[in-house]
Each structure stands twice: as structure tokens, then as C-alpha cells.
């Protein structure tokens, strides 16, 4: 009766419109009060024990990185970089949207400081050029969900903290998928656009872009490439990307001042108040999970009913494009990746392949309405209405939606340059 109660509950909360934070927080109650001695102050010491981790640490330097550079000029220059080096391929100013959001994804771990960044200076340009504009509101929309797969990408770090999954490895492996829905987004862009060009190739203008942009170049080899050689964590990259960040923006490109960025640091904290009360209630909630021993059980039930990966993945990826659409990509992880994660283990799937179809999966709920979040993003951004955005994204979710299946059963895409 009590897992009955607690089903009906949460479903009058969902009926009521309560955010994530209250359902969960609810939900955990429950659980503590109804299975346990009744003491929610036990709630307060898992939730502690469970994020007493060191690489919890990246997950907020990575936000406050990102949004310097969002903020600062590291972006316009990565943009023109990728302009000068397009500028004679067909739809060469839509092929470069796809590279500056690919790059800048490298250095923002995070899909709407992506979208923004890159958004606010390539949809006039887009436009301006002569593409209309819902295909430019759909590139830069689909462009932005490449900060959740490119490394550093925080939903892995959530993925890797909530699984004892190796956050190194899974930002490996995001590199094959982020590579290939690039590519489609640039197959698709040339098919539609090939006729649509940007001018000659002018090496000056290209050495030009490269000297302006060099330190922002250099930013995703200072912090992937120290990563990947092991000469620091996660974490401590993190802390290396807010230094760098913050010396090229004020020291060298000189674009933001004390005070800006000061607001760039209360927006930033801002930003994580809504994030870290969700963190922690799941983190308890995966505390009790693991001492009721739930995942075992979870694992044990399915063993007979599902017995092959691949209708595992299946239903995994039916699961999720559902829940994408209803939940933003954070709580989503938080919530079943312990519970998928023991699952797909014991039917022999690689935990980081794993990893990686739940974020493209989850990322596919940026673009999906009513919850998709660059969907909201871009309407106040690029100021049309929803239904205008909603129409312009069709095109790239069925790109990523076949990107998925190959994610889903190509692994070797995602493993190859794992361990």
C-alpha cells in the first residue's frame, strides 16, 4: 500500500504542476517515512554522505566557466574562425553555425549557453545571407544540444557521479556521437543550402580569425587535452577552465570588467540554487534505493522478461524520449540512471555506451515541447512565437533521431577511443 500511496501521489503532484523539486522532495520523504524508522533526518546524512565527492565540484565550475565565456568574447571569435575557414564551401555560414557550436560546446559543457553564445551573433548573419528563417532557428536550436554530448558536458558528470561511472571515459566516448550529429546537421545543411555561398577563401582573414581567436582555440586542448593525459581530474580541469576563462576574457580579450564579472558569478549562482536542492534529494534517494537494495530487485525482475541488449536499448530509448519531454535532462539523470544503470550492466552493456545513449536520448528532449528548454530559449532569444520553433526543429529531431539509433547500436562509435 505504501508504494501504491506513493504512485497516487506523485501523480496528483504532476496533475497539479509542481516542479521537479517538490515531487522529488515529496517522493524522498515518503520513501523515508513509509520503508524506514520514520525519520527524515536520515534523509539530511545520506544526502551528505552521497555527495561528500570530490567531482561534484566540476559540475559548478563548469557553469561558471561557461557562462564567462558566454559572456565574454571567446565565442565571437571562435565564430569568426569558423567563418573564415567556410567561407567557400556550399551553405558555408550555415556548415560554420554547426563548427562554432561544436567548439564552443568543447569549452561550455552546457547546450543553452551554447545556443545562446553562438545564437545571438550567427541567426542575423544567417539570415542576412539569404536562409530562411526557420531553418536558421532550427540549426542553431539542434547546434546548441551539442553542448550535452561534446566533452566537457555536465550531464555526463551527473551520469558519471550517480553510476561510479568514469567521468574521463564518458567524455571520451562523447566525442564519436557529437562528431556524427554534427555531421548530420552539416550533411543536411549542404543538402538543403548547397547552392548558397559565403565567397572566396582569403588566407588573410583566415590567419587574421586564427591569431584573434588563438587563446580560445587553445582552450579545449588545455582542458580536454589535460584530462584525457592525465595530468589532472575532472575536477581540476574545471578549476583550470574558470581560470583561463576568466584570464582570457579580462587580462587578454579585455571584455569583461569587475563588474561584470561579478553578475556573471551571481547568475551563475543563481543558476545552481535551482540545481543542487534536486542534486542532493536524489542523491539521497539513491542512498535509500541502494540500501533497500532496489537496483538487485530491478535487475532481478527484468532478468527474465528482458533478456537481450538490444531490447533493452529499445525500451530504454522509448522510456526516455518520453520522459525527455516532460523533464528537464538533469532531474531525468539523477532519477533513473541508477536505476537503469545496474540493468543494462548485468545484461553486459558497457556502463559508458550506456551513458551515452541516456544523454542523446535526453538530449533530444531540448528540442521536444512541452519542456524543451532551447525551445524556450530560443523563442525569447530569437522573439517568435512557440509554434514557430516547435516547426523548425521537425527536421533536426529526425537527424538526431537516427543519429540515436546509431548511437544505440553502433557501440564501437562510442568506444572506440575509450580505454
Known amino acids: 500500500m505504501s508504494g501504491l500511496g506513493l504512485a497516487l501521489l506523485v501523480v496528483a503532484l504532476l496533475l497539479l504542476r509542481q516542479n521537479v523539486l517538490v515531487i522529488l522532495g515529496v517522493a524522498v520523504a515518503w520513501c523515508y517515512v513509509a520503508f524506514t524508522d520514520g525519520s527524515l533526518g536520515y534523509i539530511v546524512l545520506d544526502a551528505w554522505e552521497a555527495a561528500n565527492k570530490e567531482l561534484l565540484l566540476s559540475v559548478p565550475l563548469y557553469v561558471l566557466a561557461g557562462n564567462i565565456m558566454g559572456r565574454g568574447a571567446i565565442a565571437t571569435r571562435l565564430i569568426r574562425v569558423a567563418r573564415a575557414v567556410t567561407a567557400p564551401i ?67 558528470i551527473l551520469y558519471g557521479v550517480m553510476t561510479q561511472t568514469s567521468v574521463t571515459d564518458l567524455f571520451m566516448g562523447g566525442l564519436g556521437p557529437g562528431a556524427l550529429l554534427s555531421g548530420l546537421f552539416v550533411g543536411y545543411a549542404l543538402l538543403r543550402h548547397w547552392r548558397l555561398r559565403g565567397g572566396r577563401l582569403d588566407l588573410a582573414e583566415v590567419g587574421s580569425a586564427v591569431r584573434s581567436g588563438a587563446f580560445a582555440l587553445a582552450m579545449p586542448a588545455v582542458i580536454l587535452g589535460g584530462i584525457y593525459s592525465g595530468r589532472f581530474t575532472a575536477t581540476e580541469s574545471a578549476a ?3 581560470v583561463y576563462a576568466i584570464f582570457v576574457e ?39 534505493l541502494t540500501y533497500e537494495q ?45 536505476l537503469l544503470h545496474p540493468v543494462g550492466v548485468a545484461l553486459g552493456i558497457d556502463p559508458v555506451h550506456l551513458g551515452i545513449v541516456i544523454v542523446v536520448n535526453l538530449e533530444l528532449g531540448y528540442l521536444t515541447p512541452p519542456m524543451g528548454l532551447n525551445l524556450v530559449v530560443a523563442m525569447l532569444a530569437f522573439r ?13 529531431i529526425g537527424l538526431m533521431l537516427a543519429g540515436l539509433l546509431v548511437v544505440t547500436f553502433w557501440p564501437a562509435l562510442t568506444l572506440a577511443l575509450v580505454r
Open 294 to 338: 532496489v537496483p538487485e530487485r530491478l535487475v532481478g525482475l527484468l532478468s527474465g522478461a528482458v533478456t537481450e541488449p538490444a531490447r533493452f536499448l529499445l525500451a530504454t530509448n522509448a522510456l526516455l524520449l518520453a520522459v525527455g519531454c516532460l523533464v528537464d535532462i538533469g532531474s531525468a539523470i539523477l532519477i533513473l540512471a541508477p
Open 384 to 396: 517568435e512565437g512557440f509554434g514557430t520553433i516547435c516547426r523548425a526543429v521537425v527536421p533536426f
Open 240 to 242: 583550470v577552465a574558470v
Open 250 to 288: 579580462v587580462a587578454v580579450h579585455r571584455e569583461l570588467g569587475v563588474a561584470g564579472l561579478r553578475g556573471v558569478v551571481l547568475e551563475t549562482a543563481r543558476m545552481l540554487g535551482s540545481l543542487f536542492p534536486v542534486l542532493m534529494l536524489a542523491l539521497a534517494l539513491n542512498v535509500f
Open 90 to 156: 556550399p551553405a558555408g555560414l550555415a556548415v560554420a553555425t554547426v563548427g562554432s557550436c561544436a567548439l564552443f560546446a568543447a569549452v561550455s559543457g552546457s547546450g543553452t549557453v551554447t545556443l545562446l553564445a553562438i545564437g545571438s551573433v550567427m541567426y542575423p548573419a544567417l539570415v542576412q545571407a539569404g536562409y530562411p528563417r526557420s531553418f536558421a532557428i532550427g540549426l542553431l536550436c539542434a547546434g546548441g544540444t551539442l553542448g550535452i554530448i561534446i566533452p566537457p558536458s555536465i550531464p555526463l
